[in-house]
């Protein structure tokens, strides 16, 4: 994400290449079988499947894994806007009011929104859901000791003052002395009838309503927070609780009775009960998955699947209607330090010299993903273009093997010899095998680069510090929210979390700040596609693949809003579609 952290954003390489529906509940809803959207029926049991031991985070403001935000925002906590749901990568892109009646309205150019809250939403003990409630689940994230591993937002976008050291004058919650309360205050605002909720912003954000589809500013009761603890018995807004969470067993949630689908049209709530098993091998998970018998038959893994079990289950049709092949979050591509190598020329010959079929051929072929032309994925609809980069845009066009005559005029040109490189990847065997495969297909055009794997648990510490980043380093990235305001400045700014590429580019810059700034959102993506291929002209990385993902689901598992009922992969998140999901 902004920082080494493995959350939504930044994937962890090491394995392969080094991220709307009306129905009854609660209330007085007795639980039993009755339709929904497109004959999807109430009742029953869903299970999920996965190796983990536990979920990373379930409190809102820590959370920052896709497919956690994804089951909480479903299951567990409701926020001021969320995405359609759709099979419709376009569609699904889209906002629409969970919390709030409407996907916000600014003002002062962007840097003051508004958003007027629903009425009649409950928490899991019947109290209402308050503006005060939101405004403290903002003021947690400030407490960066006891509140870690979510996002930042708050303290980044919020227009709190810095104090001498850098960090927000405002320290959460929790701090008793010493405290700003008051800039807080003022940045965040609840109106005199707790009917709307106000952020003032540093600077402007055109897609700020985006920003807030994250549980890092959704509510928090204050008397129900337990600080650090919090994480384990999260109290819930939406259409089930917590009834038990048994870290490396299972998590099992429940009807919550009073939640209304009468202020809450976007969530299915189809299951009766939804059981999360942790700890389970792999390999078994698709064994059991692929049997589908007896109970698995409503069971659903959220583990993509082995790469053992992919051939099997893509070759055989009677898998056809349950298994999914999409697009996971994620870009992977290897970063160019311009530090040490300034020539753009040297770094377009690399890109020129590049096997780039080779590379993916070895992460695992066509289920590791599409061939790469950027760092915007297709599955940001609105943002995505061709950058046209292995069509002629270094002078020829480069097949996927690579354009070894066109490296070298490259290198001629620019008037320089190469610089002695170094590449830094994840030690893994698959790893092992891409890089001294890019070794090999870049010493065909003279380029001699040395191998440097290095531990998965050290990896982002060590090439996120400039003194120890090298030539070229394996990275993979995600945005947080459906707009390449998460993308391009975050990997090619200062100001950027993930700039390993060490771009200091002044008009680039304020082009990228312009476009952040920009509430038109067709003008903005403009921004964003244009920005894009200006990044690949100055070959600031090298976009290796679009990451795809594979999983299967039992037989009894649908999607109300998929194709004919089958389940998908949900684009906003790369994640399961869990707020329609019901089971058969």
């Known amino acids: 994400m902004g920082t080494a952290r493995i959350s939504l954003r930044l994937v962890a390489i090491s394995a392969v290449g080094a991220l709307a ?101 409950k928490w899991q003990d019947g109290s209402d859901v308050t503006c005060a409630d939101i405004k403290y689940g903002v003021s947690r994230t400030f407490a960066q000791s006891t509140i870690t591993d979510g996002p930042t937002y708050a303290i980044s976008l919020l227009d709190i003052p810095k104090a001498k050291d850098g960090t927000s004058v405002y320290k959460g919650p929790y701090e008793t002395s010493g405290n700003d309360t008051a800039a807080f205050d003022k940045a965040v605002q609840c109106s005199s009838d707790g009917k709307t909720i106000t952020f003032n912003l540093r600077q402007a954000a055109g897609d700020f309503n985006y920003t807030v589809t994250l549980t890092a500013f959704a509510p928090v009761p204050k008397a129900k927070d337990t600080g650090e603890k919090y ?55 698709d064994q059991r998955m692929m049997a589908d018998a007896g109970d698995d038959q409503t069971a659903i893994s959220r583990d993509p699947l082995d790469t053992s079990s992919l051939t099997t289950v893509f070759n055989d049709p009677r898998f056809a209607d349950r298994r999914v ?8 591509y290897i970063a160019i330090n311009t530090k040490k190598v300034p020539n753009v020329k040297q770094r377009q010959a690399i890109l020129a010299a590049t096997d780039r079929a080779a590379l993916r051929t070895i992460a695992g072929g066509s289920f590791a993903g599409d061939l790469a032309d950027g760092v915007i994925k297709p599955n940001l609809t609105l943002d995505y273009a061709k950058s046209g980069m292995w069509d002629g845009m270094y002078g020829a066009a480069i097949p996927d093997t690579g354009n070894v005559d066109l490296a070298k005029q490259l290198i001629a040109q620019s008037g320089a010899p190469m610089p002695a490189m170094t590449y830094q990847y994840i030690k893994t065997p698959v790893n092992d ?14 380029i ?137």
Not at 325 to 332: C, E, G, L, P
Not at 564 to 582: A, E, R
Request: hydrophobic share 35%.
């Open 21 to 121: 529906l009306a129905a009854c509940g609660g209330g007085s809803d007795s639980g039993s079988s009755s339709s929904g959207k497109s004959g999807a029926t109430k009742g029953g049991t869903l299970t999920f499947l996965t190796n983990a031991e536990q979920f990373n985070h379930l409190d809102p403001q820590r959370n920052y894994t896709g497919e956690d935000l994804a089951f909480s925002s479903a299951y567990l906590t409701r926020t001021l806007t969320a995405y359609k749901v759709s099979a419709d990568g376009k569609t699904a892109g889209g906002l629409v009011g969970d919390l709030a009646t409407d996907t916000g309205k600014p003002t002062n150019g962007g840097k003051t929104w508004a958003f007027t809250l629903r009425d009649g939403i």
């Open 231 to 285: 994480d384990d018995n999260v109290v819930s807004n939406a259409p089930y609780k917590i009834t038990e969470y048994t870290k490396g067993q299972q998590l099992v949630l429940e009807r919550n009775t009073n939640w209304s689908a009468s202020s809450d049209s976007y969530r299915g709530a189809y299951p009766d009960k939804i059981i999360v098993k942790f700890s389970i091998e792999p390999t078994t998970i």
């Open 325 to 332: 092949n999409d697009y996971d979050a994620y870009v992977r």
């Open 433 to 446: 095998k891409m890089a001294a495969s890019l070794q090999s297909s870049l010493a065909r055009a003279g």
């Open 448 to 584: 001699k680069i040395k191998l440097t794997a290095l531990p998965q648990g050290e990896y982002y510490s060590i090439v996120q510090d400039t003194t120890k980043e090298e030539a070229m380093a394996a990275a993979g990235w995600g945005p947080d929210w459906l707009n390449a305001s998460t993308v391009i400045p975050e990997l090619f700014t200062q100001a950027g979390g993930f700039n390993l590429s060490q771009v200091d580019d002044k008009a680039f810059t304020a082009a990228s700040d312009a476009a952040k700034g920009e509430t038109d959102r067709n003008k903005q993506a403009d921004a964003w596609k244009s920005l894009n291929k200006q990044a690949m002209q100055q070959a600031w990385v090298l976009p290796t693949r679009f990451a795809r993902t594979q999983r299967l689901a039992g037989s009894k598992v649908k999607a109300a809003s998929g194709p004919d009922g089958h389940v998908y992969i949900w684009s906003p998140y790369g994640s399961w579609s869990y707020t329609d999901l019901y089971v058969e």
